[in-house]
């Protein structure tokens, strides 16, 4: 067994949870349910960023206090996780009392040692992305995500010595090319390194909403400094026990490309002055477009998850999230898409072929499932191998639409088993039994495999698949190391349910 830490950002929260959010903590989920299937300690966190200028701002909007707000705010990203079935391990928020006293520690230590010193700034700054931008960086003088002014600001804050960690980055970077992921964002973030770091402000005296800087109560901590620690205070805090030895350094911080300067940059040096070891890997994943704009809070075109999967159920949306979009690259979403998907691969390609499958079992066989051919399923056999194989490569690249799109292939190699070999021209001639016991057994076999495989995406229709197909819940049935043809025995009794995805009209 081995340990296995994943990570999604933790989300701001000043304005609702969006699409874009439930994307990154569904794909973390699929990670951390695959590594359970392989028998992996797992540990997967998720959680919120509610300090800073942004929250701050939308509290007073509201009329209510920076806390009133944020505890508001939680509630909704918290039912966010439980509606898209994420089994994280623990929801940290950047407001614990227990995350606030180990950020002061950081730092005071980095303070200790020199790497902190205080100096004046002026600058542009950008309150939205909580960040300070060049004139050169600005498009038409606006900042280039937000589509806003930066503002002037003019402070005496104390400041990380950044620029003494250029090239111990570097280093590592060329040391480990899988540490950010895919390559085209770690070539992203090496030329932007490559062109030189500077010291940055790690404190701001204009703010009260955040974590006081330890030795000058005066100022409190920048929001990304607070935010980026969060992967390893809650390792400290979530349970009695102490677990950062057990699981950092984490395994994959996954993110969008929005983010990724502040964790290729800021991240790692924090991590090198503190003498810990660096991730290891960030994989960048892409945006999700609706109408070919990136959805964001600011710009207010955002798609209601809750919406999508009240009407059409979870498992269908995180189906939908990873089939639609090349994960690592941006794509278009929409609800014409997601229907068209729905149809005619849920309802059809899966649904249709279980339902099929039982019909057939209860009609021919009783309702009982043959036993195991002695030519163990010919191509089908060769089929599932090359599909374990495969599926697990496709995993350690954290392929997620390519691993489901393997799935989906001998889905349909499945369906056109059922085409070609015909059972029910089978089931009228009499002496051909044993070859419809050994389509049916197939059958059933190919659908107990494909739920296997499916099971981080669709973690409740997979459950429900090996159910209708007689297999009893609770004794590992979805581990991997069952996805093995043959491994079920015959006698099984089928028990046909309701459609898994009713069609849409
Ligand atoms: O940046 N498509 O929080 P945030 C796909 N608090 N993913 C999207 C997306 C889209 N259109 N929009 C957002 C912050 N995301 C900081 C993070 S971490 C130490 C601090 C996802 O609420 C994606 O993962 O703005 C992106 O990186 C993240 O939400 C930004 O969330």
Known sequence: MSEFYVTTPIYYVNDVPHIGHAYTTIAADVLARYHRQLGDDVFFLTGTDEHGNPAAQAAARRGLSPQQHVDEMVVKFKALVEQV?????????????????????????????????????????????EAFYAEKDLVDGKCPDHGTEPQTVEEENYFFRLSRYQERILDHMEQHPEFIMPESRFNEARSFITQGLEDISISRASLQWGVPIPWDESQVVYVWVDALLNYITALQYAREEDL???FWPVDYHLMGKDILKFHAVIWPAMLI?????LPRHLFIHGYLLM????????????????????????????????????????????????????????????????????????????????????????DLFAAATRLGEEFAASMSRVDL??????????????????????????????????????????????????????????????????????ITPGSGEIMLQQAEWGRMPGGAEVQPGKPLFPKLD
């Open 85 to 129: 079935n994420a089994t994280n391990d623990f929801f940290i928020r950047t407001t614990d009392s227990e995350h606030c006293a180990k950020v002061q520690a950081f730092i005071q230590n980095l303070y200790d040692q020199g790497d902190i010193y205080r100096r004046s700034y002026r600058g542009l700054y950008c309150s939205s992305c």
């Open 244 to 246: 950062l030895e057990r």
């Open 273 to 277: 002055a503190a003498g810990m070891e």
């Open 291 to 378: 109408g070919g704009e990136k959805m964001s809070k600011t710009r207010g075109n955002v798609l209601d998850p809750f919406e999508v999967m009240d009407k059409y159920g979870v498992d269908a949306f995180r189906f939908y999230c990873f089939r639609e979009v090349t994960f690592g690259q941006d794509g278009v979403v929409s609800l014409e898409g997601f229907e068209n998907r729905y149809n005619s691969e849920l309802a059809n390609d899966l649904g249709n072929l279980l339902s099929r499958t039982l019909a057939m079992i209860l009609k021919y066989r009783g309702g009982v499932i043959p036993e195991p051919p002695p030519d163990s399923g010919g």
């Open 401 to 470: 639409s390519g691993s489901l799109e393997l799935v989906w292939r001998f889905v349909r190699s499945l369906n056109k088993y059922v085409e070609d070999m015909a059972p029910w021209k089978l089931a009228k001639e009499p002496d051909r039994g044993t070859e419809l016991n050994a389509v049916l057994y197939n059958l059933a076999e190919g659908l107990r495999l494909s739920a296997v495989f499916l099971h981080p995406y669709m973690p409740d229709t997979t459950l429900e698949i090996l159910g209708q197909l007689g």
